[in-house]
């Protein structure tokens, strides 16, 4: 005998109807959407989702992390990649509230998210029921937009919103809260896409006025800089970017999760912009007369003390988003556009030039840190391995053409600094938030997004040991994922700035360690400890060439500190080569 | 230099749109003054009406994050010169205030308020007006015992000429073409 649900679809269809359950529901808006990776971790109220699953597994594929931070990062981590939307699924109370961090990380980098959490059945909503907390208000400040859905019928237009609020405009994560019954109620199932939203217009007309009057000036600039930012990867505005610097002849700095978006090896790169950037582009940016800000939003860590922050330059600032405009900065031409179109648009509009003796000074700059920091960084004659020197021989080994991605500490910023980066979006770091335990689940989905290219993730053994579980999701996967930790047995960059700061007091920053090879090995996972300099190459070598993951520790000097650095309170003119 | 200001907010029917709104002011230190809320002149489209006091640069940029709000449809700020606004205020009082001659009659006659309920035990006093008026009414009362005073929101009109459905206009036209890319003059 066929059950009650099954009789009634088979009337829906010869009526020309398609009726599911709202969890069926969800899946088919997912797969319309385009996706076809989910991270996540099942639990009680999202558990018809679950089931679902298993019919679409040719359709969706599903990774299950050992932590909801951890499908939140690797999500992420994915979409950076890709450039698609990044989905996680999580269970409600401590499913949902283990994925804030990662929704906190992907708002304050913008990066375009769809997390899917469960809630408990509609009429238990506000009795502190098992598992209940209100996700939907504690999501609200780290989310561009979120919905909770308490009928199935609602499911396919919520889910709709989600995609195109996540992927347009300034891009962000978006969060949709479903509750059980609805997860579970039949409905007949029909998608539209959303391409419109009465109080949301994300698409801006050209500010036309605005980009001639930009023209002009850059026209007639004699030092001018452009510092592009994330913006320019989310809109794939690699290539404008280079037309312009190319046309105008003017050197570019990046952000740090700018970085990627012009090659290192141009000409025209002038370096990292920020706190512990390059020489040059720090301090020229206050010799700079003219500044082209594109998709960048004037971060603390970039401008230093705002007091003295560029007051040589005119500032022209290309933004999607309009409250960014003198936000931190002055802004003296805002050009409130997508980045690509743009540029698009001024680069038509700026005359040919060059600018070869400005240039200069930033050659000079280079040769300035290269003397004073980078060598003894990356070709250290003796003492301990250094991790500049790491990161350099696998940026030689791998051509510059691997994809990075980083932890947040030390680590990170050594790996941003000396990785040569030289095509786009390979470069996967937490900027905004700074979360350390973000390089490994970040890894795992970055590697996921990109099977054909190698994917390496630099930690700290801080960092490692936030979301190490993840190694089970390597494992369960097999995910060639390459892992480097860089070992210094402490919270490096904290310890940096007790050593700087606060009188070299190492209050709760050395790390008594445990055998990370051991419990790679436990996992299943190829693992090797190095801690000479004459093993360093071929360990990179042999890891590189590995297939399938792989963990390399490496011990690295104890108390190296990173340099060059603007301190707190300094200006970017300030910025340090030395202790 | 700090000054008052209104914001009008014009937005969907969202739940949680107030949260969100709060959240902001809240990340900013800026204190709510008053807060009303209602339906507009256009159906489905609610107008929330808050007053703060902060400074131009700060009140400028909060009202920028409102608007970037996925549901919020347009937001003016206002200097008091730039807008008409009314608040409401209701006294009680005990009947027998009322039997020290007609004093209270006086008083209420005088400051353009008016009687609206009298029971054996209270009277309700109502009154519209500026926040001064409507505290300075509250002053005169005093001495015959204030039993309760409740006050609203501000509610405000703008001077503007231009109305909402001409933004909402103009959004929609933006919105239509939305997909168009941009022409590139060579």
Known sequence: MKSENETEQITAQANGQELMTGADALLRCLIQEGVDTVFGYPGGAIMPVYDKLLDYEDQISHYLTRHEQGAAHAAQAYSMVTGKVGVAFATSGPGATNLVTGIANAFLDSVPTVFITAQVVSTLIGTDAFQETDIIGISMPVTKWNCQVKKAEDIPEVIAKAFYIAKTGRKGPVLVDITKDAQQQMIDFKYQKCTYIRSYNPYRPLNIKSIESAAIMINHAERPLILAGHGVLLSGAEKELKAFAEKTGIPVALTLLGLSAFPTDHRLYAGMLGMHGNYGANVLTNQADVIIAVGMRFDDRVTGNLKKYAKNATIIHIEIDEAEFNKNVPVDVAIHNDAKEALNYLTAHVKDNSFEKWIREFRICDKTEYDKVVKPETKPAEGQIRMGEVVRLVSELTKGEAVIVSDVGQNQMVAARYYKFTKPNTWVSSGGMGTMGFGLPAGIGATLGCPDKPVITFLGDGGFQMTMQELGTMMQYNIPLKVVILNNSYLGMVRQWQDMFFDKRYASTALPNPDFVAIAKAYKIEARKIELREDLKDALQKMIETKGPYLLEITVENEANVFPMIEPGSAVSEIRLTY | ?186
Do not use: C, W
């Not at chain 2, 209104?6 to 949680?16: A, R, V």
């Not at chain 2, 009362?141 to 501000?154: C, H, I, M, N, T």
């Open chain 2, 1 to 186: 230099m700090k000054q008052e200001y209104t914001i009008s907010l014009f937005t969907e029917d969202h739940i949680g749109i107030l949260g969100q709104i709060t959240i902001i002011l809240t990340r900013r230190q800026i204190n709510i003054e008053s807060f009303t809320a209602s339906e507009s002149a256009v159906k489905g489209v609610y107008l929330l009406t808050i007053v703060v006091t902060t400074s131009s640069e700060l009140v400028e940029k909060v009202a920028k994050q409102m608007e970037k709000l996925v549901d919020v449809l347009k937001v003016f700020v206002h200097t008091f010169d730039q807008i008409i606004y009314q608040e409401i205020a209701l006294y009680k009082l005990p009947t027998k205030a009322m039997m020290s001659g007609n004093i209270i009659d006086q008083i209420v006659r005088s400051s353009y308020a008016r009687i609206l309920e009298v029971s054996p035990e209270f009277i309700v006093i109502e009154k519209t007006g500026s926040k001064e008026e409507i505290l300075k009414l509250l002053d005169r009362l005093e001495p015959y015992g204030v039993l309760q005073f409740a006050k609203s929101g501000r509610v405000a009109i703008t001077k503007q000429v231009k109305e909402l459905h001409s933004y909402l206009k103009e959004m929609d036209e933006a919105n239509l073409n939305n997909n168009k890319p941009a022409e590139i003059p060579v």
